[in-house]
């Protein structure tokens, strides 16, 4: 038995834990704060399973060299007793070690010492044979990676704290095309000076000029030329500003449905939603009911794994903000939005983007609703808990220059922390390259975390292909990234025409990625709320079915299974224009 | 594809000689030779001779040679078709027994020699020599940074260029690098387009992409051509056809057939008819199940029964190595037409045809339903056949 059997095996149990309290039919806050107790738990036992994987790692001295992987069985009582029985032998060997890697949970340091440790008998007792799909990975490649992965993880400088910094939130917003989005937050940002009277005048003149007078606050943020020549937003536009105790990267969503390909990006770094909703009469409706995007994007918002929402019913003094009008709309989405979606507790303020009323603070206008404004609810979004300890993450978003031998590039921090000088390899490319500068959006500090959004500077020998949005900035060690082609992914199906069947094509979305693939094999349809089988090898998947797929893509892509990085292991498939499916991966095969 | 003599039996041992004309031609070759056929034409063989004082000197020769294929090999890309096998006629300079690859190309005249022409072979061999069949279509899917310019023929979805950019994203005060990667991008898709496809032969052109991108790209081809001393004529320009697609990755392209303007500019084409019995078959599997199966199983349990109305089968199938494979599958082809149900038997080369091929190649649409059929499991052997052919 490989190393790489354990893995996968251990993984399973754990997978599913966590599978039922996100997937379940309730979605239950996994990211809230109540539950931190489980969440530590969690963890606690993640960390455990850490330690066995290291410790089968060194003690199977006769391990092949190269050996390929045995054909993973699908069977699965083997998978789910295996953990188990690993787990014991482990603990009656290697006890202290275990132990002393779950109560390291909070000292870096210490743990990392114990994961040298354990690397040093690893190397020192052969190679290990590593995940050897049938991909065509070249020789070299693999020899490659095999390299970095082996690689002594360095152990970190502990983590100078940030307490003087306010929380970081990442908030998109989202909604039908034509709810007002980017008016509503041109004009919060207007209110709260980010953009001076006179760029505004200029704005609101040009605009005026153009037959498009009320687009002016749309253009603080809709900035290409195209962008303003259409009247819709194409593209997410990336804002920062801060609250009374917040930082707020905000982040605008195109709500065109051709679009939503880059919202979908967008959305996967954020921590928290506005969902604006059009409260004219009848816009409401189209946006909701007749195939808009108001469905699409709330059901894609909980898949990325935003718990937060605010609900912003625009557009309301066209109705001479009408109470019977709100609770209509309140009332027809939150029996969506909690039982079908699957958000705790969404809240809704009624607001008007163009006039600007209960954004920065509340107004006379609207007697009936003494709730907190906007800008308050903003403030009060709960900051997400950021893995700073975990393997180095960043997924790149933007590439902004590449040169032979230096390139600049954007992207989320979404565990992990750099410092200038830092070694990193760019995946899938598999290249090599020093951190020269970085800088996240508060300051050029020497040292960014998980969360950050990240200007990196990087140094290296650098081709036109090395780095793509969707690459993934990691460090050499046992917790790289292995770029692989074939995943097992667990998903839902949506409310779709034509059933899934073997051998549809679809985009897939991770992050920031976008490749097409195939679903390869049907493994099998499961129930929804405590995972089992339904069916084996089901014809097709039609829609509401939850399955275990398995999926293939054109090239090699930077994702990885669901427990080892959260945001790197949740998929989103598209095909048609449409959202089919969404779901997390499991196993890399 | 011109044919020069034919002298075959329906079922049973015959010859013909042909000569292909186009790249078309040369998938159809593809699909009609088989291991063990006998192929006879005129090749090039390097031939060492030794002199009695031992020193060697080699030649080229042109020759005749009639070789028992032993393994096929067909580039798309290059259209030409690589066939190695042994010499089994008597030649001057190449010993019976020997080994040879002989390399057919359009424009070469050429003998196929076989034991047995089932149906399959003699509709491919139809199909090929009807002249009028042939609707040149080049199509252009893309969206930001990604783009694909295919030449659709009858038989085959070719990819000419694939560009793939990296488009800087807009970010505050910077907008001016998104809007130059947008046209370097164009620029590199304007210019793939012109090398790869003459408006004068191609029928029509499809460009596909969602949002604002196909008509920025048409205007920006034009200028391109224009500047490039490559002005489209009116005549030219008509024949562009913009239509929406939600992505511009390859299989955008079936979307692209289905939309009604294509399908009028396209009426009858192979790659047409696929798509809209393809489509036609997965809307049945979320409408009613039970008339829509897969896998070759379910699909000849549901021929016994008389209940096949359309039938779709890769060609992969027939072109399979193992004789009793294609066997199998010739005769439910031809119990199916029995029963006047119609068969369509796709390319493997076209979007539609590489779905139904990971469909393990063989799908159904019945007449009526048959619920029994759906608990009887998919046979694992199914799935070895599919990688075997692989």
Known sequence: MSRHRNVRNMNYADEIDDYDEDYDDDYSEDDDEGTSAQYSYKNRKAETNLSANYYTYAAEPDAPVGAPKPTPSTSIVRNSTAPSLTTNFVKEKEKVKAVAVAKSNNSTPKRNLTKNNLLVEATASQTPSRPNSEVDLSAFRRNQLQTISRAPAQPRKPQKSRENVKDLINLIVVGHVDAGKSTLMGHLLYEMEFVDSRTMEKYKHEAARSGKSSFAYAWVLDETEEERERGVTMDVARVSFETDTKRICLLDAPGHKDFISNMITGTSQADAAILVINGTRGEFETGFENGGQTKEHALLLRSLGVTQLIVAVNKLDTVDWSRDRFEEIKNNLSVFLTKQAGFANPRFIPVSGLSGENLTKKTTEIPWFNGPCLLESIDSFVAAKLPISGPLRIVVSDVLKVQSAQLILSGKIESGEIEKDDKVYIMPSVTAATVKACSNTISNTEQCLAGDHVLLTLAGTFEPDSIQTGSVVVRAGPDTLIPARRFLVRLVVFDILTPIIKGSTAELYAHSICVSCTFSKLNHSINKSNGEILKLKPRFLAKGTSAIVEIETDQDVAIEPFTKCRSLGRVTFRSGGKTIAAGIVENVL | ?390
């Not at chain 2, 390859?250 to 399908?263: D, F, G, S």
């Not at chain 2, 489509?279 to 039970?290: A, G």
């Not at chain 2, 890769?314 to 029963?339: H, M, P, Y």
């Open chain 2, 1 to 390: 594809m011109k044919q020069f003599k034919r002298q075959i039996e329906k079922d049973g041992p015959g010859f013909v000689t042909l000569m292909a004309e186009e790249a078309e031609d040369m998938w159809h070759i593809y699909n009609l030779i088989r291991v063990g056929d006998i192929v006879k034409a005129p090749t090039i063989r390097k031939v060492v001779t030794e002199t009695s004082t031992g020193t060697t000197s080699s030649q080229r020769v042109h020759t005749m040679l009639t070789i028992s294929i032993e393994s096929i090999d067909f580039d798309p890309g290059e259209q030409e078709l690589h066939l190695k096998g042994r010499n089994i006629v008597e030649n001057d300079i190449v010993k019976m027994g020997a080994y040879h690859t002989i390399d057919l190309e359009p424009n070469r005249k050429f003998t196929i020699e076989k034991t047995e022409w089932d149906c399959i072979d003699l509709e491919r061999l139809n199909l090929a020599l009807d002249p009028a069949q042939s609707a040149d279509v080049a199509a252009v899917v893309l969206h930001e940074g990604l783009a694909n310019v295919c030449l659709l023929t009858p038989a085959m979805t070719l990819t000419r260029a694939k560009i793939d950019m990296t488009i800087p994203r807009k970010r505050k005060g910077f907008t001016s690098q998104h809007e130059k990667g947008l046209e370097k991008f164009y620029e590199a898709v304007s210019a793939a387009f012109i090398r790869h496809v003459d408006l004068n032969i191609i029928k029509c052109v499809i460009i596909a992409s969602r949002g604002f991108v196909k008509e920025n790209f048409m205007n920006y081809l034009i200028t391109y051509a224009d500047a490039n001393g490559k002005k489209f004529t009116t005549d030219q320009k008509a024949k562009f056809l913009l239509v929406h697609s939600s992505s511009g990755f390859k299989h955008a392209l079936k979307e692209v057939l289905e939309t009604p303007q294509v399908a009028a500019r396209l009426a009858d084409t192979k790659a047409q008819a696929e798509v809209k019995a393809l489509n036609q078959f997965l809307e049945l599997m979320s409408t009613e199940p039970e008339r829509a199966f897969y896998g070759y199983n379910h699909v000849s349990r549901a021929n016994n029964d008389l209940a096949i109305e359309t039938l779709m089968i890769a060609d992969s199938l027939f072109r399979s190595q193992n004789i009793e494979t294609r066997k199998k599958f010739v005769k439910l082809v031809e119990s199916v037409r029995e029963q006047n149900g119609k068969v369509h038997i796709f390319s493997s080369m076209h979007v539609s045809g590489e779905q139904l091929a990971q469909l393990t190649g063989c799908a159904a649409i019945l007449r009526f339903p048959m619920p029994d059929l759906d608990d009887e499991p998919m046979s694992d052997d199914e799935e070895q056949q599919q990688n075997e052919q692989e």
